[in-house]
């Protein structure tokens, strides 16, 4: 089998990679074995279900559930979606014993979906290093293009877009550095979901953090549920935008953003 390189993308700690590679030589693809907390045959995934619902916590598709994740819970949720992709390969009637090219493809797709595109789910929101307002800015600032990527809630086929995020600063209010719009904007992005809910979840997560007088974001995406599947219409994208304060009453200032941001 293939060297289990942890991707560069990967958001999980370098720590736990390490330690599932090293698992993962000791596994075999097509014979996945789930690790369970227990050794009574429970999943993983439902002793993590039992600690969110002993919660009363919600965990949809675009929720993030990395408080009820201890360390080592995200290599074990690796192997158990690899067993069960590997039941779907079945199903579809593929010989993943004797195609080459499908031999690691449900360990490949577990890695893919925990570590990388639904990665927002498990891990916790990237701290945001807030500096105080010293020179008490209240201009527009606009960040973006942000490149981002998610996957529709619908049928998990990629949604791959860019995203701008204005933001009117009051005097008092707190700055994070450009780059953490970006990482804040991926963590949000990195799950499945729909558009409209993302944009509005980012929205309100940035005016949390920052408080300022105003908040707008505006996404564009490419939908493959349009384009790879359903209509096939290529050309389909789907724009969105999210009007907070200033941005919402102040019809000039709206305009000033929709003029300055570069949707080339
Ligand atoms: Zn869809």
């Known amino acids: 089998m293939p060297a289990q390189k942890p991707s560069p993308k990967s958001k999980a700690p370098l720590k736990e990679i390490k330690s599932s590679a090293k698992k993962a030589i000791a596994t075999k693809a ?5 690790s369970t907390k227990a050794d009574d045959g429970v999943p993983l995934s439902t002793i993590i279900r039992r600690r969110i619902q002993a919660k009363k916590a919600r965990f949809h598709a675009n929720d993030n559930i990395s408080q009820f994740i201890e360390p080592g819970d995200l290599e074990g949720l690796v192997d158990e979606v690899a067993v069960k992709m590997q039941g779907v390969l079945e199903s579809l009637v593929i010989d993943t014993e004797s195609d ?23 891990v916790e929101q990237p701290t945001l290093t807030k500096f105080p307002n010293v020179s008490h800015l209240n201009e527009l600032m606009i960040i973006g293009p942000i490149t981002v990527r998610s996957a529709c809630s619908h049928h998990l086929c990629p949604i791959m877009g860019r995203v701008w995020i204005g933001v009117l600063p009051s005097k008092e209010s707190a700055l994070i550095g450009l780059s953490k719009y970006s990482r804040i904007t991926e963590w949000v992005m990195c799950r499945p979901q729909i558009q409209e809910e993302a944009v509005v979840h980012l929205a309100d997560m940035l005016e949390k953090k920052i408080r300022p007088v105003g908040v707008a974001i505006v996404m564009d995406a490419d939908h493959f549920c349009m384009q790879w599947r359903g209509v096939k219409d290529r050309d389909s994208k789907m724009v969105n935008s999210v009007m907070r304060g200033a941005f919402l009453k102040d019809a000039n200032l709206r305009r000033e953003f929709l003029a300055l941001m570069d949707r080339r």
């Open 30 to 34: 097509a014979g996945v074995r789930v």
């Open 100 to 122: 080459h090219n499908t031999r690691n493809t449900s360990q490949r797709v577990a890695k893919m979906f925990v570590n990388e595109v639904f990665n927002g789910r498990y």
